[in-house]
Nanobody, 127 residues
Framework: QLQFVEFGGGLVQSGGSLTLTCAAASGFSLKHHAIGWFRQAPGKEREAVSCINGDGTHLDYVDSVKGRFTISRDDARNTVYLEMHALKPDDTAVYYC???????????????????WGQGTQVTISS
């Protein structure tokens, strides 16, 4: 079971930018795995943000972040990134990464393969 460490969060002003990193824990490899970014705001359920399939040929974003967030992967570095721009207070949440489900056509889905979540990284956007 793949395990992850998320980092790169912080406190930024509205309109600012952050880049989050999802790294595979020691001894694990992200290669060929679809990976998703998810977030959970206080008092709300965890929601999907973005996903990328195992070979990077399919990316997807929820409507609320389209045009502002970019997901990418570097298998050589065993990492997946989430570049976030034009941040809004509504983006405030703990951000997690996890292996993502895929379709038979190798398209990633906004659903994690399991519920084994790491500690995440806190993103706080001030207005």
């Amino acid at each position: 079971q793949l395990q992850f460490v998320e980092f790169g969060g912080g406190l930024v002003q509205s309109g600012g930018s952050l880049t989050l990193t999802c790294a595979a824990a020691s001894g694990f490899s992200l290669k060929h795995h679809a990976i998703g970014w998810f977030r959970q705001a206080p008092g709300k359920e965890r929601e999907a943000v973005s996903c990328i399939n195992g070979d990077g040929t399919h990316l997807d974003y929820v409507d609320s972040v389209k045009g502002r967030f970019t997901i990418s992967r570097d298998d050589a570095r065993n990492t997946v990134y989430l570049e976030m721009h034009a941040l809004k207070p509504d983006d405030t949440a703990v951000y997690y990464c996890a292996t993502s489900q895929i379709t038979m056509r190798n398209r990633c889905l906004f659903a994690a393969t399991d519920n084994d979540w790491g500690q995440g990284t806190q993103v706080t956007i001030s207005s």
